[in-house]
């Protein structure tokens, strides 16, 4: 398996740094990603209450759309809406036919009600968002997507299922966010496990590739070097996939 470090990924890619406006990423990420710091943690009361981790993942996700002309995706796990908001921003932005189809068993009622008064109507034109798990809403859907991003139950049974259900509904590229390498042990994350099963069976036709990304774009208040962060999203990427600069 491959281990890249997000901003060599995106060169890898053809993206420039100095294409990326961060500020589109910090405003989605304000009403839908941040966290607060317990009074606790030690980096309460030097560096401050509020933190916003792994914005990278849709820089990620929104490059590998640009750069693979993908129009479609699906999402499993909307969650408080940041990766949907940011794919949305991107489709809208660029004037694409396209759309992201979102899956969640919880939307929160009252978390919609206050992105769709804080964010543009166009953004949300981009977004479907079906409610329930992939074993119950997958197999409803009659199309393919260019683009899977799964970021639901991180247990190894889920991630399976997550797999089974999806694997058939990708053309290019799926993505799992939260793969931790061995070196980290958190008992809530499993998908591991299962991510590295699912490359076995799928070795001859698919590129893995580990991206590590959490605040190596944004500015880490924790001050972690690149050898201590240990996870981050793997991206399966079927090995007939062209970029868009291959196409010329």
Same mark, same amino acid.
């Given at each position: 398996?491959?281990?890249?470090?997000?901003? *060599?990924?995106?060169?890898?890619? =053809?993206?420039? @740094?100095?294409?990326?406006?961060?500020?589109?990423?910090? @405003?989605?990420?304000?009403? &839908?990603?941040?966290?607060?710091?317990?009074?606790? *943690?030690?980096?309460?009361?030097?560096? +401050?209450?509020?933190?916003?981790?792994?914005?990278?993942?849709?820089?990620?996700?929104?490059?590998? @759309? $640009?750069?693979?002309?993908?129009?479609?995706?699906?999402?499993?796990?909307?969650?408080? =809406?940041?990766?949907?908001?940011?794919?949305?921003?991107?489709?809208?932005? @660029? +004037?694409? #036919?396209?759309?992201?189809?979102?899956?969640?068993?919880?939307?929160?009622?009252?978390?919609?009600?206050?992105?769709?008064?804080?964010?543009?109507?166009? /953004?949300?034109?981009?977004?479907?968002?079906?409610?329930?798990?992939?074993? #119950?809403?997958?197999?409803?859907?009659?199309?393919?997507? %260019?683009?899977?991003?799964? *970021? =639901?139950?991180?247990?190894?049974? +889920?991630?399976?299922? %997550? /797999?089974?259900?999806?694997? !058939?509904?990708?053309?290019?590229?799926?993505?799992?966010?939260?793969?931790?390498?061995?070196?980290?042990? #958190?008992? +809530?994350?499993?998908?591991?496990?299962?991510?590295?099963?699912?490359?076995?069976?799928?070795?001859?036709?698919?590129?893995?590739?580990?991206?590590?990304? !959490?605040?190596?774009?944004?500015?880490? %208040?924790?001050?972690?070097?690149?050898?201590?962060?240990?996870?981050?999203?793997?991206?399966? &990427?079927? $090995?007939?996939?062209?970029?868009? #600069?291959?196409? /010329?």
């Amino acid at each position: 398996m491959k281990i890249l470090h997000i901003k *060599d990924k995106l060169s890898q890619l =053809g993206v420039k @740094m100095e294409d990326i406006t961060l500020g589109d990423y910090d @405003m989605i990420s304000k009403f &839908t990603a941040e966290k607060q710091r317990s009074p606790n *943690d030690p980096l309460f009361k030097s560096v +401050g209450c509020f933190y916003t981790p792994n914005r990278e993942r849709a820089i990620l996700i929104c490059s590998l @759309m $640009k750069q693979y002309n993908l129009k479609t995706c699906l999402e499993i796990g909307f969650g408080r =809406g940041y990766t949907s908001l940011c794919v949305a921003k991107y489709l809208h932005d @660029m +004037g694409i #036919d396209g759309k992201i189809t979102s899956i969640d068993p919880n939307l929160d009622q009252n978390q919609l009600s206050l992105l769709q008064k804080v964010y543009p109507n166009q /953004w949300f034109s981009k977004i479907q968002l079906l409610q329930g798990t992939s074993v #119950d809403v997958v197999p409803t859907l009659n199309e393919k997507f %260019d683009l899977i991003y799964v *970021d =639901g139950d991180h247990s190894y049974e +889920g991630t399976k299922l %997550d /797999w089974e259900m999806c694997k !058939d509904k990708f053309s290019t590229i799926m993505v799992f966010d939260d793969y931790h390498l061995p070196s980290k042990s #958190d008992p +809530g994350i499993q998908c591991a496990k299962a991510i590295n099963e699912i490359n076995e069976e799928q070795e001859s036709c698919l590129e893995k590739e580990l991206i590590i990304g !959490d605040r190596r774009i944004f500015v880490d %208040d924790r001050q972690y070097t690149d050898e201590q962060i240990d996870y981050g999203q793997i991206v399966l &990427t079927k $090995k007939n996939a062209v970029l868009i #600069d291959e196409l /010329w």
